[in-house]
DNA sequence: GCCGTTTTCGGCCCGACTGTTTTCAGTCG
């Protein structure tokens, strides 16, 4: 049973008991060790089976709970989840997932209307029916209705970072533009750089709350006004994306920022911390809890929020509720790597295969971004799709880029060093797709997975280990395979590819392309605590392909990840170095 | 269900908005 079998697990019994209505601690509690489970990166198994480690160690882990995971481990079920999902029916879960619907609603709408499935719902809502019931009007169950229907729209899932990006830009500066703004900032999951991004939360400064308010909604992006106050609106703007926005005053602004760009676990951990030193912290701002009647004492600005409860400023990418309060405290916060620190571009493709855009074209656009070195990675021929490289065609495309970087260095003062490299591929039956002996020519080698990814862990987990020993192979190309939202990762045992690549000198990549990003933040996390290098590559396919680097910068920084532990925040000398050592 | 240099029992973050209530529960973030 894998550690994400058992989050989901934990996860579920949440939910079941949620809506038995039970204590909501011990819900949180359930959540919590879902969560907590979700980001160990190694088997429970390993823990259970090493004589000096305990899950009691783990941080909101009981007896109970600890009992529980040796349960699931022995024996792959749990007997109070079954227990449990014999007393709720299965309808509940889709019920729960509609917006304004809550455990307290829905259990009265199962004891009051028939209902099988969300069908069923919709229809007693058309029919009148839901606003009969007691604490149900006319306007809920309209809600209810278009919330349905809203919900039935595969198109509204979580957006990309990068396509949410957008939709960021466009509202702060629609917002700048109105007059009663003194200053607008997102927070939410997109200022911590979430892989996905589900709702976006803007903040606002000015005395002027309902002028804002106004401006907001008259929009021309704005869909439906969901809710508006005095403080708050949300609205749903493009793509169906809800859009919250706060209003607060200059002096609350920091803490207000904090609040607003969580993530929750951060605030609750935030919170109750203030609340042991005998402090407040709420959206306006941190304050007395003693005789002194609430004295207001930070909340400007985030760094005096966080000082007000003796810790260091948090990044917002680190705010998780992981290690960042231990960091903090200690002064052991890690100084995150930025874009600026980045040198040059590891894993990018050309018309020679699937790439879109010219070897010299490609150059061109790296000189522009600031780049000193690029390396050229295309396909190799078990790719057929893709028009994968054989040895002669590779040799070719070498010798265009000797040419290449000649002339670059001609025009005095050479602005970037293209590096002769490769994407070869990991074949299905083990081994590479091209020979040694044509490997240890090249510059840098990627080697990466791309068929066969149905096959066992054993399997994929061999495949990729003899690619991480292989002295000629400088880095694993997206390490899991997964594209967000469309396909989950090959079965891998990533902490063995992890401890592998440590000791052989690998790089592991993350695959700055914002539907792949792995490694993802947490196994990067595990990877650096066994100190692995990174290269952060944007796999760039054209030369816009080459400014998805940043959501690459975001991952590492969410793993917590310092330009020394990035390979490509070098200067080429001391690359090359790093690569002869390895061969 | 977890947790403890103020606690092994009694806490567990804090506030806004809506609809439906006639003072607040439910939901959300």
């Not at 609106?233 to 919250?244: A, E, M, N």
């Amino acid at each position: 049973m894998t550690n994400a079998e058992i989050a989901l697990i934990f996860d579920h019994v949440a939910d079941l008991l949620e809506y038995q209505g039970s204590n909501v601690f011990r819900v949180r509690a359930y959540r919590n060790a879902s969560r907590l489970v979700q980001g160990i990166v190694e088997p429970l198994a390993t823990i259970r089976d090493d004589p000096d480690r305990s899950f009691l160690d783990l941080d909101g882990i009981g007896k109970d709970l600890a009992k529980k995971l040796e349960t699931l481990l022995d024996s792959g079920q749990l007997p109070m989840l079954k227990q449990l999902e014999e007393e709720v029916p299965q309808v509940v879960f889709d019920l729960m997932r509609v917006p304004g619907l809550g455990p307290k609603k829905v259990k009265l709408l199962m004891a009051e209307i028939e209902l099988e499935s969300l069908d069923d719902l919709e229809k007693a809502c058309q029919d009148g029916r839901v606003s009969l019931l007691k604490g149900f009007g006319k306007k809920t169950e309209s809600t209810i209705l278009s919330n349905i229907a809203f919900a039935k729209n595969p198109e509204n899932s979580r957006l990309l970072w990068n396509e949410a990006d957008q939709i960021v830009q466009l509202v702060v500066k629609w917002m700048k533009e109105c007059k009663a703004v003194q200053q607008v900032e997102a927070a939410g999951s997109w200022r911590r750089g979430k892989e996905t991004v589900g709702d976006i939360d803007i903040l606002v400064e000015s005395h002027q709350p309902s002028e804002v308010m106004s401006h907001l909604v008259a929009w021309e992006h704005t869909d439906q006004v969901i809710v508006q106050g005095d403080t708050k609106t949300s609205i749903r703007g493009p793509r169906g994306i809800q859009i919250d926005m706060r209003v607060v005053a200059k002096e609350s602004f920091g803490a207000a920022w904090q609040y607003f760009t969580g993530s929750k676990e951060h605030n609750v951990r935030l919170r109750s911390r203030a609340k042991k030193l005998g402090l407040s912290i709420n959206e306006y701002g941190v304050s007395q809890l003693d005789q002194s009647g609430g004295k207001i004492v930070a909340g400007q600005s985030e760094k005096e929020l966080y000082k007000a409860v003796g810790l260091e400023w948090i990044p917002p990418e680190l705010r998780e509720n992981h290690r960042e309060f231990e960091f903090a405290e200690n002064h052991q916060l890690p100084k995150l790597i930025t874009i600026d620190d980045i040198c040059g571009d590891l894993h990018m493709h050309t018309t020679a295969t699937d790439g879109e855009a010219t070897l010299l074209e490609m150059a061109t656009a790296s000189i522009a971004r600031g780049l000193r070195y690029i390396a050229i990675t295309d396909h190799s021929k078990r790719v057929t799709m893709a028009r994968g490289l054989d040895d002669t065609r590779l040799y070719e495309q070498w010798e265009a880029i000797d040419q290449l970087n000649q002339s670059l260095a001609s025009d005095g003062g050479s602005p970037l060093v293209v590096l002769k490299g490769i994407e070869v591929d990991i074949l299905e039956k083990g081994g590479l797709d091209l020979s040694d002996e044509v490997l240890s020519h090249a510059d840098w080698v990627v080697a990466s997975l791309h068929y066969g990814q149905q096959q066992s862990q054993e399997q994929i987990t061999g495949r990729l280990l003899d690619a991480v020993c292989n002295p000629y192979v400088s880095c694993i190309g997206h390490p899991t395979g997964r594209l967000i939202n469309r396909r989950p990762a090959y079965k891998v045992d990533l902490q063995c590819i992890i401890n592998a690549a440590a000791e052989h000198g690998t790089c592991l990549e993350i695959n700055a392309n914002p539907w792949r990003l792995d490694l993802d933040d947490r196994c990067a996390a595990a990877a650096k605590e066994a100190e692995v290098k990174f290269a952060i590559s944007t796999d760039a396919h054209s030369t816009i392909g080459l400014d998805v680097m940043r959501c690459g910068i975001l991952q590492a920084r969410r793993a917590g990840l310092e330009a020394r532990d990035v390979v490509n925040t070098m200067p080429l000398s001391k690359l090359k170095e790093l690569i002869q050592k390895r061969h």
